[in-house]
């Protein structure tokens, strides 16, 4: 399933929507990812046959916009990367296919769901690459600080991980005009606190998730 959108608690193939009208569109490009979160739910949700986000292989880029060329990007509310695996780790095609999109329609919005490691996946600042293609970057804090985050995320970058996510928030700033991280209600007040805190150093937006078990 290459886009799809999420119906209740299930993804759903936008071929089998009615209406597109005013539609949320994710784009899943990849099962690949440098962390194993505890709470991922690659590891805790099992999936309805059929609607599976795992991905047997990954779409090319010719792939995505064929999928998108049989619908009116009119119709969508939001175009979103996101999917069973960190987006970004394809980062080249998601900018691509974000640049065909905003051809054909400028005002169409694109979000990117990360991590925030794509600077460590590729070694290199990506951050630049977002101007003009995604309007709103949405992170992952996670955790208040870096020894949380490692034991949430497993990644594989270890402990430096955190401060490459914040870093990564504070670059996209500079080229995305909405940048937002986010964390799930489970953590508790004194931890979303402290997050808050975090964010309003950054000069980003927190979002507070409900847990979805
Ligand atoms: S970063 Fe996202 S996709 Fe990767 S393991 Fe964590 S929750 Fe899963």
């Known amino acids: 399933m290459i886009l799809y959108t999420i119906h209740g608690n299930g993804y759903q193939d936008i071929s089998e929507l009615d209406s597109l009208e005013d539609v949320t569109v994710y784009v899943n490009l990849t099962n690949r990812c440098p962390c194993a979160c505890t709470f991922c739910l690659r590891q805790t ?44 780790e394809r980062v080249e095609d998601v900018i691509q296919i974000a640049g065909i999109l905003k051809h054909f329609r400028r005002d169409l919005p694109i979000r990117v769901n990360t991590n925030g490691l794509a600077c460590l996946i590729h070694q290199r600042d990506v951050t630049p690459e977002f101007k003009g293609r995604i309007d709103t970057v949405s992170i992952s804090l996670n955790a208040p600080d870096a020894k949380e985050y490692d034991a949430l995320t497993r990644s594989r970058f270890g402990i430096e991980s955190f401060q490459a996510m914040l870093d990564f928030a504070k670059s996209c700033l500079e080229y995305v005009p909405f940048v937002v991280m986010s964390v799930v209600d489970i953590i508790g007040e004194e931890k979303i606190k402290k ?15 409900p847990f979805e078990e």
């Open 45 to 88: 949700k099992e999936m309805e046959e059929g609607h599976s986000l795992w991905l047997k292989e990954e779409p090319t880029v010719e792939d995505v916009i064929k999928e998108f060329q049989k619908y009116d990007l009119d119709d969508f509310h939001e175009v979103v990367f996101c999917g069973f695996g960190e987006p970004l």
């Open 195 to 209: 997050c808050q805190a975090i964010c309003d150093d950054l000069g980003v937006t927190l979002r507070v998730r």
